[in-house]
């Protein structure tokens, strides 16, 4: 039987919890009566409460720890009645966890058994990789070419790219980095393999086409190896502006234009064939969090998790300051004590990082997650680590590498979603699923991009921007396990090309953004 959309609901995730989060579409107004889960006790709202913020179950003191998804996101600042609205200015951040004596590999979970049969067409690439899509990319050593590069594409996709029907998109992969940067500093070789890495995503064939300055510290040859290039006339294909063949503006985007026109003859000589599942390099995050994240959304993606990796997939998860605080669940379910010590040292690297700037963690959530009722980074990295579901962690990649293992991978890189994005490509990502309760039309060019709501009313407002709504579990519609079994399937239409994402529908792509901790000079 249907529920009342004025019936109070509120979900408390475990019985430890004692908060429990609004559900209601505009929040609950003070004087509401509510059950609390515990015992059979109701209680009163004392004032308004948000949509999905968080409701006092118990009578707190200063001091008593607050409880949601059984751990401790913090203590009451001061002492707040059962039925109060726990917010913010209500909650005292915990200090952050050490590093020091975490459980390591001590709670591995048994694997699950295979999920045999599942399949998707996919573009088989020379190296062995298989693409979702079929794109030819023109890669850039340096941000002075990213203008010509992007007028050449703007012409190849007028002029030429009709002529070759089996090509899906032509992409420009132009940054800021490249020169005026301390090229040999630490730190530097992250910016760098992430462009290697970025030019050899499976989406692209493996094979970039490359356009130079001439003068830049980044060179050609320090980027990718000569055998990583296409080959035209028995030379590598990288076109450098400052060569004294070029006489002038056009005649530099007729090289390039010539070039692309080459390669496309390659690409669109592909097609679908039919891969296993185990091909698929499916990356999850999350932007614009709310509270129901961590309580639908992320839980079906990690539910679609599980299922990829019983079928043989690589599951990339990242994000270093929204997993830190939960850093502890996860070295326990490692699948060795190396890769637990391997998520240590990329926890420590970061600690370290944000120390030299100044910041802390406390610099995350942003004002958004905490209109939608995230308190702290505590709450926020209980409910991002839900995406990894409950696979053991098979391996760690520090920002930019290229991850060639199989299973659940953590991929370390910020929570910034285009930071993430972008290093998750340089993984090798070719599928991307991204959970947002606020809302944003964030996509890629590179690889196509799910968008899963937390909330129904966001999916219903945004309805051609988000693909699944997880806020049916919330309401009690759809389980979760439901839920990730709509997201597992689009995740192999997708890959296949028999369904298009609303970002790929609208063309919303956003830029690439390099992670450089190196100086500038």
Same mark, same amino acid.
Request: hydrophobic share 40%; aromatic share 4%; glycine share 10%.
């Given at each position: 039987? *249907?529920?009342?959309?004025?019936? !109070? ?19 609950? &107004? ?7 889960? +515990?015992?059979?006790? /109701? ?16 009578? =707190? ?9 059984? @751990?401790? +996101?913090?203590?009451?600042? /001061? ?41 998707? /067409? ?12 079929? +794109? ?10 990213? &203008? ?25 992969? %132009? ?31 493996? %094979? ?5 300055? #001439? ?14 290039? &296409? ?17 002038? =503006? ?23 064939? %039919? ?11 999350? #932007?614009?969090?709310? @509270? ?6 992320? !839980? ?35 699948? $060795? !004590? ?42 926020? @990295? ?22 060639? $293992?199989? #299973? ?5 890189? !910020? ?29 890629? @060019? ?7 709501? *937390? ?40 890959? *296949? ?25």
């Amino acid at each position: 039987m *249907s529920r009342s959309p004025t019936e !109070p609901r509120l979900v408390r995730v475990t019985a430890s919890d004692n908060v429990a989060t609004v559900v209601n579409d505009g929040g609950l &107004p003070a004087g509401t009566c509510i059950p609390t889960g +515990i015992a059979s006790r /109701e209680i009163v709202l004392l004032e308004d409460v948000p949509e999905a913020h968080k409701v006092t179950l118990v009578d =707190f003191a200063p001091g008593d720890d607050v409880v949601r998804y059984g @751990a401790v +996101i913090g203590a009451a600042t /001061e002492a707040l009645p059962a039925g109060s609205w726990m917010h913010e200015g209500r909650l005292q951040l915990p200090q952050v966890p050490s590093l020091d004596n975490l459980p390591m590999a001590t709670s591995v979970p048994p694997a699950q058994p295979p999920l045999e049969g599942f399949t998707f /067409e996919g573009y088989l690439s020379p190296d062995g990789t298989v693409g979702t899509r079929n +794109i030819l990319a023109i890669t850039t050593t340096v941000q002075c070419v990213a &203008p010509t590069v992007e007028f050449a594409v703007r012409r190849i996709k007028s002029d030429l790219l009709p002529r070759f029907p089996n090509v899906d998109d032509v992409i420009a992969l %132009t940054h800021g980095f490249g020169c005026g940067v301390a090229i040999d500093a630490p730190g530097a070789e992250i910016p760098i393999r992430t462009l290697r890495n970025l030019a050899l995503n499976p989406n692209l064939g493996g %094979t970039p086409i490359v356009v130079s300055l #001439g003068c830049e510290k980044l060179q050609p040859s320090r980027l990718l190896p000569a055998e990583k290039l &296409p080959i035209l006339q028995n030379e590598p294909i990288v076109v450098r502006l400052q060569d004294d063949k070029h006489t002038g =503006f056009l005649d530099m985007v007729h090289a390039i234009v010539a070039a692309a026109e080459s390669r496309l003859e390659q690409l669109n000589r592909r097609r679908r064939v %039919t891969r296993p599942v185990s091909d698929l390099v499916v990356g999850l995050q999350c #932007g614009g969090s709310d @509270a129901f994240s961590g309580i639908t959304a992320n !839980p079906a993606v990690g539910y679609a998790s599980d299922l990829l990796v019983r079928a043989g997939a690589t599951v990339l998860f990242s994000e270093v300051t929204e997993v830190r605080d939960a850093i502890h669940l996860l070295t326990a379910r490692s699948a $060795t !004590p190396e890769v637990a010590q391997a998520l240590v040292r990329e926890m420590a690297w970061y600690d370290a990082y944000l120390a030299r700037g100044g910041a802390d963690r406390s610099a995350n959530p942003s004002p958004g997650n905490k209109l939608g009722g995230l308190n702290n980074v505590v709450e926020k @990295a209980l409910g991002s680590v839900a995406k990894s579901g409950t696979s053991r962690i098979s391996g760690v990649s520090g920002p930019g590498e290229r991850v060639t $293992t199989k #299973g659940l991978v953590f991929a370390a890189t !910020p929570a910034s979603d285009f930071v993430c994005g972008t290093l998750q490509l340089a993984a090798s990502m070719n599928m991307h699923v991204f959970t947002t309760g606020r809302g944003t039309p964030y996509g890629l @060019a590179m690889a196509p991009v799910i968008k899963v709501s *937390s909330r129904t009313p966001l999916a219903e407002h945004w309805s051609d921007l988000i693909d699944i709504d997880a806020g049916t579990i919330a309401t009690g519609q759809l389980t979760v396990q439901q839920v990730g079994e709509l997201i597992f399937n689009m995740i192999l239409d997708v890959a *296949s090309g028999r369904r298009q994402t609303c970002a790929d529908r609208w063309g919303l792509h956003n830029d690439l953004v390099l992670f450089n901790p190196a100086p500038i000079t």
